[in-house]
């Protein structure tokens, strides 16, 4: 069965940087459409980016687009999001997930995503 691991959050100042990184085992990400997605203290679980299984088609909320960076190497079963100009309203637990289908509508609705990681959390804080 396929198992997702998170790592890279941290507590970063407004303006910063952090590279969130998601490994996966027990299968290959190859085969599978990635996504992010953050839960903030009191809020739902919303989408932030995803990207397709050749990496060809990705997609952002609007909160962060032109700040965040989705990518994916298949040979390294990973996936990356790279995340710049972080804001106070990016805190949050940041969880990455599988499911098969496209994106090419947008990021699905979490229920649509069958494998998720346990999520790292994510301080934009001064």
């Known amino acids: 069965q396929l198992q997702l691991v998170e790592s890279g959050g941290g507590l970063v100042q407004p303006g910063g940087s952090l590279t969130l990184s998601c490994a996966a085992s027990?299968?290959?990400?190859?085969?599978?459409?990635i996504g992010w997605f953050r839960q903030a203290p009191g809020k739902e679980r919303e989408g932030v980016s995803c990207?397709?299984?050749?990496?060809?088609?990705?997609n952002y909320v609007d909160s962060v687009k032109g700040r965040f960076t989705i990518s994916r190497d298949n040979a390294k079963n990973m996936v990356s999001l790279q995340m710049n100009s972080l804001k106070p309203e990016d805190t949050g637990i940041y969880f990455c997930?599988?499911?098969?289908?496209?994106?090419?509508?947008?990021?699905?609705?979490?229920?649509?995503?069958?494998?998720w990681g346990q999520g790292t959390q994510v301080t934009v804080s001064s």
């Open positions: 027990g299968s290959t990400l190859g085969f599978y459409t």
């Open positions: 997930a599988v499911r098969w289908g496209t994106n090419a509508g947008g990021c699905p609705a979490p229920s649509q995503w069958t494998y």
């Open positions: 990207i397709n299984l050749s990496g060809g088609t990705t």
